[in-house]
């Protein structure tokens, strides 16, 4: 007898013993991993109509990963446009996907850069270049490392500041020099739109001003931990927050059972598109807010992500539909 591909069908995929999700033709993908998989559905599960398919997950399982909307890479006082996409990401975070999360009990895990002088020691110099390196004249270079020692001036990777001439590297780099000096060194003063002057800090260290989360960003994790469900700030030292399964946000996740993932920030072809081809390695679900994700590359690089994180490492969709599909679910 000839199948009829358009009866209703189920599925497990994965290790029904170990892990998996439940697909059904109709409803689309489980992420809860009920036990047994013929369970009645979980309790307080939430179904998000992403871009691909229905997607159900648990909200005690998941987490809204925010990555980097801190004031190094969002505040005008640093130069970044008063329309930047990434205010814009912020803008709807704040209107829809915050709300949403905390409503249902999603726990906010805020995943920044916040090196330590440890980190500046162990960095790999494609980190370094990333950010910014100065140079020095070429007879001063050789004075300083053809001593028997061979230190150089180290892991903080700036010439000596006996150096008259050193100079900021801006070749292939594609930033702006005045912003990107190099990892943990002094970005100077900045003035704030009330007119105040205060020192940015050392560039991506942690406790620093140019660290903080954007201002109202910083209200919102505040408020939260005045409440019975705070937010988490969690460090980063790499593009992505994943790169090892010990890191802070790795410990973090597997210590509060946490299986679903969020993800929203900037930039999203770099720290977010990082940290999520991470999480999809290590097993986690991964689901991106198109629209809680910005970044400064060409726009290809924003519609790459979104295709690949749709079509691959997950499911995608946007802030709005995510705190309207939230209230749908809740209300049932």
């Not at 979980?42 to 005690?60: E, K, N, R």
């Not at 925010?66 to 975070?93: V, W, Y």
């Amino acid at each position: 007898m000839e199948h009829d591909t358009k009866t209703h069908q189920k599925a497990i995929i994965g290790n029904v013993n170990e892990d998996f999700w439940l697909y059904d033709s109709q409803t689309g993908f489980d992420l809860t991993r009920p036990s047994p998989p013929t369970a009645a559905p979980t309790a307080g599960a939430i179904t998000l109509q992403t871009t691909t398919s229905p997607v159900t997950i648990d909200p005690a399982k998941s987490a809204l990963v925010i990555i980097d909307m801190q004031n190094f890479f969002l505040s005008t006082a640093l130069g970044r446009p008063p329309d930047s996409k990434g205010l814009k990401a912020q803008e709807q975070l704040l209107k829809h996907a915050i709300p949403a999360a905390r409503k249902t009990g999603i726990k906010i895990a805020w995943l920044n850069w916040g090196l330590s002088d440890e980190d500046l020691e162990s960095f790999p110099p494609a980190v370094f270049r990333a950010f910014g390196f100065s140079t020095m004249p070429a007879d001063e270079f050789n004075d300083v490392y053809s001593s028997p020692a061979g230190a150089g001036p180290g892991a903080g990777q700036k010439p000596p500041s006996s150096s008259s001439a050193s100079v900021l590297c801006e070749e292939n780099l594609g930033k702006d020099s005045r912003t990107y000096k190099g990892l943990g060194q002094p970005l100077g003063d900045v003035t704030l739109s009330d007119g105040r002057k205060i020192p940015a800090g050392r560039m991506l260290m942690r406790d620093q001003w140019n660290t903080d989360l954007s201002p109202p960003l910083q209200e919102s994790y505040e408020a939260s931990l005045r409440t019975a469900n705070p937010d988490v700030w969690l460090h980063k030292n790499r593009i992505t927050g994943l790169y090892l399964p010990a890191s802070s946000a790795g410990v973090w996740f597997r210590d509060h059972g946490i299986k679903t993932l969020i993800f929203a920030g900037v930039n999203t072809d770099q720290c977010v598109n990082g940290t999520m081809t991470d999480a999809f390695a290590h097993g986690y679900d991964c689901i991106m807010l198109r629209d809680g994700c910005a970044t400064t590359s060409p726009d290809g690089a924003q519609s790459s992500v979104e295709y690949n994180i749709a079509r691959m490492m997950g499911f995608a969709v946007d802030c709005e539909g995510f705190g309207r599909d939230v209230e749908a679910s809740l209300a049932k």
